[in-house]
Structure formats: C-alpha cells, structure tokens
C-alpha cells in the first residue's frame, strides 16, 4: 500500500473545459477543491492535496491534471545528468541550482 502525503502534487483546472458538475469537488477526499460562484471548479487548498487522482479520472470534461511537483518528479540519476549538462553549457562553476531550474523550466532571462 502507498503511503499518501500531502504537498507533493499540483493541481491544474482548465476552466474553459470544466462545465461545472461538481465531482471533483464533492468527492476530493482532502477537499481540495470547490465550485466558485460562477460553478467552475477552482482549487482551494492545494497543499491538502494527497495526489489520489480521483478527481483527474472522474472528471468528465478532461479539464483537471494532478502531478507531482517537480522537484519529487525528477529522479536523482536524471538530476545528475542534467547537473552534468548544465555545467558544460555554464562552464565549471554551474551549480546544482542551474540544472533544478533547467529541469523545472523556471530559467531566468
């Protein structure tokens, strides 16, 4: 059985495919979840989310997509390597941060 922890995922609902129905919201265990006051559904707490995927494999519209954050997406064999590529497009003093902001596509400038 896999342990469920919270924080670890992020949830993304399209709003322009999400028609309102209200399962997400009524069945997200960590009610992470709920319909605004135009009937879509929006995510409140996030952090509570337990990455179960109910809500993603329920919705009908296809307008919800959990994964998990980056940093716990990236294996520490592919943190190396893209450490490794990124201290030969920096030169030797990149830093393990270059190769975290590489990955995440979060690069500045």
Known sequence: MSVKRKGNSTVTIFPDWCKGCGIC????????????DQ????????????????????????????RP?????????????LEKAARKTDGPAASGDAAKK?????QKG
């Open 25 to 36: 919201a009524a069945f997200c265990p960590a009610k992470v979840m709920e319909l605004n």
């Open 39 to 66: 009937g879509k559904a929006v995510v409140v707490r996030e952090e509570e989310c337990i990455n179960c995927g109910f809500c993603e494999l329920h919705c009908p519209d296809f307008a919800i997509m959990v």
């Open 69 to 81: 954050k980056v940093d716990d997406e990236i294996p520490a064999v592919c943190r190396a390597v």
């Open 102 to 106: 590489a990955a995440s596509g979060k």
